[in-house]
């Protein structure tokens, strides 16, 4: 079973910078995609960004400019590194793992906070 696990996370002031890791392993499914959501209290999960294999990266307008999504679906791994942090970003980030069709896969997810 799939067993997805994220690290990274911290509290940061604004105008700094974080990097999120996540390693997916215990599965022998082919990786789809590997995809970031982050959720702030009162707030729907939101896509922030995903890598597809193939080497595709996306970032959501929110966060373009400022986070950086890397990785490799191949190695199980993604990263998030995140810049010019603001508090707006204060959020629980998870890692979705796609194994699309099979199913997927998510983390527990990891506190970031942003605040002076």
């Known amino acids: 079973q799939a067993r997805v696990v994220e690290s990274g996370g911290g509290l940061v002031q604004p105008g700094g910078s974080l990097r999120l890791s996540c390693i997916c392993s215990g599965s022998s499914f082919s990786i789809y995609s590997m995809r970031w959501y982050r959720q702030a209290p009162g707030r729907q999960r939101e896509l922030g960004a995903a890598?597809?294999?193939?080497?595709?990266?996306d970032t959501a307008d929110s966060v373009t400019g400022r986070f950086i999504v890397s990785g490799d679906t191949a190695k199980d791994r993604v990263y998030l590194q995140m810049n010019s942090l603001k508090a707006e970003d204060t959020a629980k980030y998870f890692c979705n793992v796609d194994f699309t069709p099979l199913g997927d896969a998510w983390g527990q997810g990891i506190q970031v906070a942003v605040c002076s």
């Open positions: 890598i597809t294999r193939g080497g595709g990266s």
